[in-house]
């Protein structure tokens, strides 16, 4: 059964540090996202991607963060500067995008982050 | 503003009941509402969508249904098992957004 996988598992940082959390989506999905889950609260969205291009972000998305398809498998977010509190569980998904939010989204298995 | 309420307390119940969840909304209509279940250190996985001209689905052991007037969602396991304990999100959606906006999630425990 196709999955989505994310790589690495967890990543320790330096706080200031830039870290890169990849993703490989499902192949013939067309929405990617990142979403992330501080420990103990609630699963947060941070943003979809479709077409090359950024469709919706929230307001957790601000400047320090980037997403990018750099081929043809591949989807990554970037968190330039790090903070303590960017501390989380960061999930990517996708979905097809026949029908939107009648779509059901295929969640990896996370990469936990931790910034020292 | 938007808001998404689930039972803010874990769910306790004897193997073989019937677990009812609750996912309440306010200040929007949906067009969709999705379940899923997450495990700990897990991501979610889709259980179950409902949309709102449909008062009721079921899979197997679950039954959804969806009151727009009521403003809710009752997520439903029959025959509940050990295996079922996890915590179970809702999320509501709007017709052409795809932006998953989780409630805090019910924490379920199935005790044998």
């Known amino acids: 059964e196709p999955e989505v996988t994310q790589t690495p598992s967890h990543q320790v940082t330096q706080m200031g540090q830039e870290v890169i959390l990849r993703c490989v989506p499902i192949?013939?999905?067309?929405?990617f996202y990142w979403y992330r889950q501080i420990l103990g609260q609630k699963v947060e969205f941070l943003v979809s991607?479709?077409?090359?291009?950024?469709?919706?972000k929230s307001e957790i998305f601000d400047d320090q963060f980037s997403v990018e398809r750099p081929d043809g498998s591949n989807f990554t977010l970037k968190i330039r500067s790090t903070k303590l509190e960017d501390s989380a569980m960061y999930f990517c998904?996708?979905?097809?995008?026949?029908?939107?939010?009648?779509?059901?989204?295929?969640f990896g298995p996370g990469t936990r982050l931790t910034v020292l | 503003s938007q808001k998404i309420e689930q039972n803010s307390e874990a769910l306790n119940i004897q193997e073989g009941k019937t677990a009812t969840l609750t996912c309440n909304y306010t200040n929007y209509s949906p067009a969709y509402l999705q379940w899923y279940r997450q495990d700990p250190g897990r991501g979610p996985v889709f259980l179950l969508l409902?949309?709102?001209?449909?008062k009721e689905k079921r899979k197997e052991r679950l039954k959804v249904t969806f009151d727009t007037t009521l403003k809710q969602s009752l997520f439903h396991i029959t025959a509940s098992q050990p295996a079922d304990s996890a915590t179970y999100l809702c999320a509501p959606l709007m017709e052409y957004g795809n932006k998953l906006v989780f409630g805090a999630g019910t924490i379920l425990r199935v005790k044998s």
């Open positions: 409902i949309r709102e001209n449909e």
């Open positions: 192949s013939n999905h067309l929405y």
């Open positions: 998904a996708s979905s097809e995008g026949a029908s939107l939010g009648g779509d059901e989204q295929f």
């Open positions: 991607f479709y077409n090359n291009e950024i469709s919706e």
